[in-house]
């Protein structure tokens, strides 16, 4: 599987941005799909996720209200809305895929097999 992550940029605060993640290689409608995060200096943290073929979609505190995610199983891509941005969520954002991850591991970034490259979100102040 090869992911591509894609939509990140320059923006101020209260702005918005959506991401995309597209798969190749499989189909990734059936995996748990997820974004993380990375700022400078800073452990990788998760963001949101789409638990398998269920739907659930779940956030990390700090963003929830604000970000939103989704899939189209049609295109094989994953995106994530994120609105109400805040110079603390500047980071680098991954894409991550799993098809054997259980529920209670979504968080966990060392449970993904699948990366992709990361796209650079930066809000200015």
């Known amino acids: 599987v090869q992911l591509q992550a894609s939509g990140g940029g320059l923006v101020e605060t209260g702005g918005s941005l959506r991401l995309s993640c597209v798969a190749s290689?499989?189909?990734?409608?059936?995996?748990?799909v997820a974004w993380f995060r990375q700022a400078p200096g800073k452990e990788r943290e998760f963001v949101a996720a789409i638990f398998r073929s269920y739907g659930r979609a779940y956030y990390a505190d700090s963003v929830k209200g604000r970000f939103t995610i989704s899939r189209d199983n049609a295109k094989n891509t994953a995106y994530l809305q994120m609105n109400s941005l805040k110079p603390e969520d500047t980071a680098v954002y991954l894409c991550a895929v799993d098809s054997a991850i259980i529920m209670s591991s979504m968080t966990l970034s060392h449970q993904y097999d699948y990366w992709g490259q990361g796209t650079l979100v930066t809000v200015s102040s």
């Open positions: 290689g499989r189909t990734v409608s059936r995996d748990t």
